[in-house]
């Protein structure tokens, strides 16, 4: 059963506004959080990561929000550019190595 | 540095061929990953090294799935006799230790006709 979920297929935004992705996980046993960012034909690069203690992280643009009651996580992207067009993918993982992935989110940001 | 590289990054298969696809991870990289990324879906995690030891290869679709990784370094997954529904993206992954932030490679994409 898919444990982390990515609700929407795909998000199109205006360059300069704030692109926001959702993602929503199931299993409580998951403490740590990372989003990845997909190019075609290349493999996902590491974006940004929180772990459950916190409930906010921050990294020049991009800022990611954990709300554990709601199990859920969102990453905001604030001012969005044309590079930002991509896949982003959520993922989560317990205390082991194994890394759950939801199906991904395009975001097109149009000029 | 270098990041973690793939090969073939494109691999064509007929039904019942086997393949086998390499993985480099970046230097020093204790924890190397596979997984494989149906079309529309997220990456599903196949197996998991320490070093040389396969400590996890419980995502494994099948018996005809096996990966090594003989000298802690290179690994390749191979598959046999593949199927069609073994068409996927397999990529590979390595971090500094088990739970650190995985660093993932191209991919090779697989098509078996």
């Known amino acids: 059963d898919q444990q982390v979920k990515q609700n929407s297929p795909s998000l199109s935004v205006q360059e300069g506004r704030i692109s926001i992705l959702n993602c929503d996980y199931t299993?409580?046993?998951?403490?740590?959080f990372l989003w990845y960012k997909k190019y075609p034909a290349e493999g996902p690069t590491f974006l940004i990561s929180?772990?459950?203690?916190?409930d906010k992280n921050e990294d020049g643009r991009f800022t990611v929000f954990l709300n554990k009651s709601a199990k859920h996580l969102s990453l905001h992207i604030v001012p969005s550019q044309p590079g930002d067009s991509a896949v982003y993918f959520c993922?989560?993982?317990?205390?082991?190595?194994?890394?759950?992935f939801g199906a991904g989110t395009t975001v097109t940001v149009r000029a | 540095g270098a990041g973690v590289s793939q090969s073939p990054r494109y691999k064509v298969a007929k039904r019942g061929q086997d393949v086998a696809l390499r993985c480099d991870p970046i230097?020093?990289?204790?924890?190397l990953f596979w997984y494989q990324q149906a079309l529309g879906q997220g990456p599903e995690f196949l197996t998991y090294?320490?070093?040389?030891?396969?400590?996890?290869k419980s995502g494994l679709p099948s018996d005809r799935f096996f990966a090594e990784r003989p000298e802690g370094s290179v690994s390749t997954l191979k598959i046999q006799r593949t199927q069609q529904e073994d068409s996927a993206v397999y990529l590979c992954?390595?971090?500094?230790?088990?739970?650190?932030?995985?660093?993932f490679g191209p991919g090779t994409r697989l098509t078996v006709l």
């Open positions: 299993n409580s046993m998951f403490d740590y």
């Open positions: 929180i772990s459950s203690i916190k």
């Open positions: 090294f320490q070093n040389e030891a396969q400590l996890d």
């Open positions: 230097s020093g990289h204790v924890s």
């Open positions: 993922a989560a993982k317990g205390d082991d190595y194994k890394l759950s």
């Open positions: 992954a390595s971090s500094t230790q088990g739970t650190d932030t995985q660093y």
